[in-house]
């Protein structure tokens, strides 16, 4: 079953929405029960499953808060989805490894979703633009 952009888009903006709310369990149940979350270059590597995932939002929201995502441009094929979005928001604890000191932060993001038959999010690939990070929270101060 081939799902249409405007469901994709649907689970993908409830996914972001979770986000932005901070609320885990809603991020995980718009994945797939055996999903593939994969923030590349995190320590933690491909996560499998939902519950492999909950640590990484766990920290993920305790690190950053008053995240608003806006999208950008979207790029869709057969059941997936490419997402160009901007983040902005608060920098609390260590987002990234990083001292956030509470100050405002704002990154560019790619998403490369895949869905289930079912609608939910079989997997998630998600690119930061790294180098806007690291000099929006520079270490030395």
Do not use: C
């Amino acid at each position: 079953m081939s799902l249409t952009h405007a469901q994709m888009d649907q689970k993908i903006d409830e996914h972001f929405g979770y986000e932005e709310s901070d609320d885990v369990d809603g991020v995980l149940a718009t994945l797939a029960p055996d999903a593939v979350h994969d923030v590349v270059g995190s320590p933690l590597g491909q996560l499998r499953g939902r519950e492999a995932a909950r640590p990484f939002y766990e920290g993920l929201f305790a690190d950053l808060s008053e995240g608003k995502v806006t999208p950008i441009r979207r790029l869709y094929g057969d059941n997936f989805l490419v997402d160009e979005s901007f983040w902005e928001g608060r920098a609390q604890g260590r987002p990234f490894g990083l001292k956030g000191k509470g100050r405002p932060l704002s990154f560019r993001l790619l998403h490369v979703v895949d869905f289930a038959d079912t609608g939910q999010i079989q997997k998630e690939q998600v690119w930061l633009d790294v180098a806007a990070i690291i000099h929006q929270l520079p270490q030395g101060e």
